[in-house]
């Protein structure tokens, strides 16, 4: 007997994924996977719009509130948790759908990640005092001269991955990559339909990411920060702190900068994330893209299952 196809439903952040994906659960035998670096961290709902619990019973979500803040989350694990969550789904007759914007993650299970370097701890500590005094900036013009290939990919403020390819080149003396351009393999067999929301208005998805930052604020948002900056044991470099929203809130509450300025400076991340999540779909071949305004997308997912399933 066939797999059922795996369903991904990606796209960048406030596009609509999560409206659509219930659309999906009315209509098919589905269990989500969310596919969100942040949503694995207990106590970071509000900021990372959570699925609510209502939601969450009425449709089963998995790798959602599994970690405490203070744990670190890699691709990797991801791949390994979603690739044995798929089968166990699969083998209940239910069909996976995976909803989300960390792209990566989508990447390490589809495609497979290249074997690189475990983690030093001590080295990666060194990068961000280094990162204290000069900024990130200057690590990633630091990285440019070192694997210009790879630094020409990163945005000079994104900490997690500047830190993540100097810790490479710094303690193995290759660049990162060579490391990359390693053969890879996925960790999902079977069929699969990927689909991603793309809006045709960019105006109006920046909107809509205002706007949801603003509902955010008015939910708590703060006040979910302000509970994780009172804990005492986490810091700003971890990456469930540096998720985005968090980490400008994180700075004001350290006295850097004031409220209203971290708000606009967290609309401006967030913007600047999704043009990101959108650059990296515009390079994907494989999607069935939608503007998720548009009228039919449900029927029109349902039947590229359909066919997925027939061809298996």
């Not at 449709?59 to 405490?68: E, Q």
Request: aromatic fraction near 6%; include cysteine; charged fraction near 25%.
């Amino acid at each position: 007997m066939a797999l059922p196809p795996v369903l991904s439903l990606m796209g960048p952040t406030a596009s609509g994924k999560t409206q659509l994906s219930l659309e999906l659960a009315s209509r098919l035998p589905v269990e989500i996977v969310s596919v969100d670096s942040a949503q694995v961290y207990r106590g970071m709902d509000i900021g990372t719009a959570k699925p609510s619990p209502g939601l969450r019973s009425a449709v089963p979500h998995h790798l959602i509130d599994i970690l405490d803040p203070s744990q670190p989350y890699s691709a990797a694990q991801f791949a390994a948790d979603a690739a044995a969550l798929i089968a166990q789904i699969r083998a209940r007759g239910r069909v996976p759908l995976l909803v989300g914007g960390t792209m990566l993650y989508f990447r390490a299970l589809f495609d497979g990640l290249s074997e690189l370097p475990p983690a030093a701890a001590d080295l990666r500590e060194k990068l961000a005092a280094e990162a204290r005094i000069h900024g990130w900036p200057a690590l990633h013009a630091r990285l440019a001269a070192g694997d210009p290939d790879t630094a020409a990919r990163l945005h000079p403020n994104d900490q997690q991955r500047i830190q993540r390819a100097l810790e490479i080149l710094d303690g193995t003396g290759i660049p990162p990559s060579r490391w990359y351009a390693q053969p890879r393999t996925g960790a999902v067999d079977g069929a699969s339909v990927h689909v991603a929301l793309v809006p045709d208005d960019r105006a109006h998805l920046h909107r809509r990411i205002d706007q949801r930052f603003d509902l955010m604020m008015d939910a708590g948002f703060l006040d979910e920060v302000r509970r994780l900056h009172a804990r005492g044991d986490l810091r700003a470099e971890l990456p469930a702190v540096r998720a985005v929203g968090y980490r400008q809130l994180w700075a004001h509450l350290d006295g850097a900068c004031t409220l209203d300025e971290a708000i606009e400076r967290g609309k401006a991340a967030t913007r600047q994330y999704a043009k990101r999540q959108l650059t990296w779909l515009r390079g994907e071949s494989r999607l069935l893209r939608f503007d998720p305004e548009a009228s039919g997308v449900v029927d029109r997912i349902l039947l590229a299952m359909k066919v997925a399933a027939t061809a298996a």
